[in-house]
């Protein structure tokens, strides 16, 4: 199953959505035009990715990462980021980490002689995460409309201070998003949790949102493609075996590397090979289809 597909159309959508209420959720005076490229590849093409990255409306760019951890490395990160986005585009750029409820008072400035530093840290653990379930469970089974920042806000309460743990916060997350009515509204929540879970999710909670998310439009079409490239897959390695027992009938021998090589031969190459194979003179005649 292409994958990265599928998520491309979650990212994007989680994109969108945070794009048209973060600036508002977390007091920044900005407004966001559209999402950025999160991929920098530096002189060295090794290629690093922002949590999220947008350009803003004086064109320069707002880099958003979510931390659940506190590493001195991080900040090192950040500005090794940030300096590789200047450097490929001239743009400046403002930076907000948002930090989970254990995490607080954490280094926010780099002095690297010339190179001066700063992040902006936004602070999960001084909002009482208890305190906004309960009023977005109430509007939720009131059946009220949630606006832009009752979404930020469900998405983000297993980051919030809470009496919990992040783990039981997270379940209750994604039940009360499950719970929801309007369906776009649902998958707005659940884009979102997708988009952020890998970075805070732990076993359970994974468990318990891949339930809930299979449910949606996004999950049913990871299902369905599942369910496609599963039987390609079976013919594509029936086809294989095949080919494999005719060599070895014409050959008599064939080497371990090219069985392997063979295998992983898309299923269009196998059936030429198949189609040519009283045409080949040797098994390096094989080596062209590699």
């Known amino acids: 199953m292409d994958y990265n597909k599928i998520e491309d159309t979650v990212f994007k959508k989680a994109m ?5 209420n973060a600036v508002k959720f977390f007091g920044i005076d900005t407004k966001i035009l559209a999402p950025a490229e999160t991929e920098i590849k530096n002189v060295d093409i090794k290629t690093n990715y922002t949590d999220y990255l947008f350009y803003m409306e004086d064109g320069n760019y707002l880099h958003f990462e979510f931390q659940t951890t506190d590493k001195r490395e991080d900040i090192k990160r950040f500005l090794y980021y940030d300096a590789s986005l200047f450097y490929k585009d001239k743009r400046k750029v403002k930076t907000m980490v948002i930090y989970s409820a254990d995490i607080e008072d954490v280094e926010t400035v780099i002095d690297a002689g010339t190179i001066k530093y700063q992040v902006e840290a936004f602070y999960m653990k001084n909002l009482d995460g208890d305190k906004k379930l309960t009023l977005l469970k109430d509007k939720i089974m009131r059946k009220e409309k949630l606006s832009g920042e009752d979404i930020l806000t469900l998405t983000f309460i297993p980051l919030m201070n809470s009496k919990e743990s992040k783990s039981k ?8 998003a499950a719970a929801i009515d309007d369906q776009d509204v649902k998958l707005q929540c659940l884009t979102l949790l997708y988009a952020l879970f890998d970075k805070f999710g732990d076993i359970a909670s994974k468990s318990k949102f891949k339930e809930v998310f299979s449910m949606t ?4 079409m990871i299902r369905e493609d ?3 490239e599963g039987i390609e897959e079976g013919k594509a390695e029936g086809k ?6 005719l060599l070895i009938k014409k ?3 064939v080497p371990d590397d090219y069985i392997e090589k063979i295998k992983k031969l898309p299923i269009g190459v196998i059936d030429i090979i198949a189609t040519e194979i009283f045409d080949l003179a040797s098994l390096e005649d094989l080596k062209k289809y590699f």
């Open 16 to 20: 969108e959505f945070f794009k048209d």
């Open 169 to 176: 916060r997270s379940l209750e997350g994604i039940e009360l």
């Open 217 to 220: 439009e996004i999950g049913r």
């Open 226 to 228: 599942g369910i496609k």
């Open 240 to 245: 294989a075996e095949l080919l494999i027992n």
């Open 251 to 253: 050959f008599k021998k």
